[in-house]
């Protein structure tokens, strides 16, 4: 296996397709899944991994790195607002 080759771990099939981003790397290799994120895999720990071919998943596809992000339009952005003081109201009682 080399950088950028699709693998499934055989035993977490719910963290779906991975890219290798990082081939060893003092032993170690980083592999970017669908479901779980970036893992880091010891070397031993590889056998684990299965090469999936690249014709087995779409020409768009986000790990495949061509796919933008797109707001929304009218989505909420995060931002501070400032809380003005409530005005004392009577209540129907009162009145």
Do not use: Y
């Not at 999936?52 to 796919?67: K, Q």
């Amino acid at each position: 296996m080399r950088e950028g080759d699709f693998v499934r771990h055989r035993t977490r099939p719910d963290w779906g397709i991975g890219v290798v981003r990082l081939a060893p790397n003092n032993d170690t290799w980083l592999v970017e899944f669908e479901s779980r994120g970036l893992v880091k895999l010891a070397a031993g720990f590889t056998a684990q991994l299965e090469h999936v071919p690249d014709e087995s998943l779409p020409a768009i596809h986000p790990l495949r790195g061509n796919v933008k992000k797109v707001k929304a339009k009218g989505a909420a952005t995060k931002r501070r607002v400032k809380a003005k003081p409530v005005e004392d109201v009577p209540t129907p009682t009162e009145a």
